[in-house]
């Protein structure tokens, strides 16, 4: 599932004053501290809020709207995204290793998702067979 944030930087609707705005957006989201309200209008760019499905994420946008701010909402990149760099020669670079051409589709990905699962150790104790339990099968 995809995940969006909402970014605003303090422009304003065409027609609408700054200081208007401010007080709205001030009044709207909650913004009680002066410093922080003037960070939001400074023309860079600030993360109003993130991980948001896109029907909220658009519902915050038109929010900012409202008041008379302009703002957007973008598609987050996860963290731990794959990116191939393929070098015509029947092989593809994954993070620093080489990935044959010849894995079938999806296999980068579910290799990827392995490696940053944290490692089981399994015990020679947990290996033992148990005695059947009296009460049946579990």
């Not at 991980?51 to 973008?74: C, N, P, W």
């Amino acid at each position: 599932m995809s995940t969006y944030r909402v970014v605003f930087w303090g422009e304003t609707l065409p027609g609408k004053q700054k200081d208007s705005v401010m007080l709205a957006f001030a009044d709207r989201f909650g913004v009680r501290n002066g410093k922080q309200l003037r960070a939001l209008f400074s023309g860079r760019v600030n993360v109003i809020k993130q991980g948001l499905d896109q029907t909220y994420a658009k519902r915050l946008v038109l929010a900012i709207e409202s008041i008379g701010g302009i703002s957007r909402m973008e598609l987050e990149t996860p963290q731990n995204a794959l990116s191939f760099e393929h070098s015509g020669e029947g092989e593809a670079q994954l993070a620093g290793e080489l990935v044959p051409s010849t894995y079938p589709s999806g296999l980068a990905e579910k290799l990827e998702q392995a490696r940053s699962q944290p490692r089981k150790h399994i015990s020679p104790q947990a290996t033992a067979r148990r005695p059947p339990s009296p009460f049946g099968t579990r």
